[in-house]
């Protein structure tokens, strides 16, 4: 961007949250984006803690999740001298503005969610944390505490946007205008990769029924293999892009390949043809293996003196805290708070 260009870039922020283990899929469809499109926006790249604990956690991994999460975002190319890495909860305007915009929040439209529904059917009834309600409320302060523009998400994740730009709009209605109103980033659906094993499903990072389910960022060559071989497929033989939920695990394979390797579809359907699902297979074990090396040999040298992703996350945080402290203070000063005395 020309310094000549008085516009200002319009900004992004976007989280994943410290819990289970990042794969391809978010590689595809979210990491490599944000990456490719960091310098085209001011980008704002958090890990989200705060929202790992709204599901039973192990306190004993929370930090080292943490850390993990942060060091695979640098590893898949997002640049800390371009985009502001940090951790949620090291910047605490995030909890208290989520408490403000909880008190404008119609309770209703929390109940409403279909992610609370799906995981507080998942718990006891008795054991569902109230932050779990209160998720989309926390999110909404994410984004709204850096007046983003765009949010790059994946689809699920479409109805937290539209809830945020609800409570933006009833806040800015109430006390004047002082939220950005964001609009949702949704990769094409050919970025949504979805499981091995029950490839009508999404593939979920945090999904542990089946070691077959998911291709992890930090896998070795030898298990992405094992599990790209046991992948389902059906009992067909050819190898096309498809709609039919019947031939999902074939086309999701596909759908890998043209992924990882930016081929057109017609160039990938004649080189498959007439070669057998177990050549695809081992066509998307190579791909796979060449996108995740430098990824893996990047994110050994990050992690390998530790101090080294703490002292970016620290230079993150106090970028991050600069522009949310400003926006806590103007919602506040909105709300009618007394300002503190010095
Ligand atoms: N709920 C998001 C997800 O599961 C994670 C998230 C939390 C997030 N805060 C955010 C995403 C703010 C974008 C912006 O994918």
């Known amino acids: 961007m020309s310094s000549s260009n008085s516009k200002k870039r319009r900004r992004v922020l976007s989280g994943v949250q410290p819990s289970g283990n990042l794969t391809i899929g978010n590689y ?4 490599s984006q ?3 499109e960091q310098h085209n926006y001011e980008s704002f790249f958090c890990v989200v803690d705060l929202h790992a604990i709204t599901m ?5 991994l929370l930090g080292a999740k943490t850390r993990e999460v942060a060091a695979l975002y640098l590893a898949c190319g997002i640049d800390p001298d371009v985009s502001t890495v940090f951790v949620q909860s090291h910047v605490p305007a995030h909890s208290e503005l989520t408490w403000l915009l909880n008190c404008i929040t119609p309770i209703g439209w929390l109940y409403r969610m ?5 995981k507080a059917a ?3 009834q008795e054991s569902i944390g109230m932050g779990l309600l209160d998720y989309p409320v926390l999110m909404a302060a994410d984004i709204l505490l850096y007046q983003a523009d765009a949010v790059p998400v994946g689809e699920d994740q479409r109805q937290h946007l539209e809830i945020t730009r609800d409570i933006a709009q009833r806040f800015n209605h109430l006390f004047g205008d002082t939220f950005t109103i964001p609009e949702a980033l949704i990769p094409p659906s050919g970025a949504r990769v979805k499981a091995l094993d029950n490839p009508t499903a999404k593939m979920s990072k945090s999904e542990t029924s089946s070691e077959y389910h998911a291709v992890y960022l930090l896998d070795p060559p030898d298990r992405v293999k094992k599990k790209v071989m046991r992948a389902v497929t059906d009992s067909g033989h050819e190898i096309r892009f498809s709609g039919d939920p019947e031939r999902a695990g074939v086309n999701n394979l596909l759908e890998l390949y043209e992924s990882l390797t930016g081929e057109s579809r017609e160039a990938i359907e004649s080189f498959f043809e007439s070669k057998g699902y177990g050549s695809l297979k081992k066509a998307v074990v190579e791909v796979l293996n060449e996108t995740l090396a430098p990824i893996q040999q990047r994110y050994n040298d990050l992690t390998s003196d530790s101090s080294y992703i703490d002292s970016l996350l620290a ?4 970028r991050a805290a600069e522009v949310a402290n400003s ?16």
Do not use: C, V
Not at 56 to 60: E, G, I, K, M, V
């Open 28 to 31: 595809i469809g979210a990491l």
């Open 34 to 36: 944000w990456a490719r």
């Open 56 to 60: 039973p956690h192990d306190p004993a």
């Open 114 to 118: 279909t992610q609370f529904k799906d």
């Open 122 to 124: 998942k718990q006891q």
């Open 315 to 318: 230079r993150g945080t106090a």
């Open 327 to 342: 926006t806590l203070e103007l919602a506040r000063n909105r709300m009618g708070y007394l300002k503190p005395f010095s």
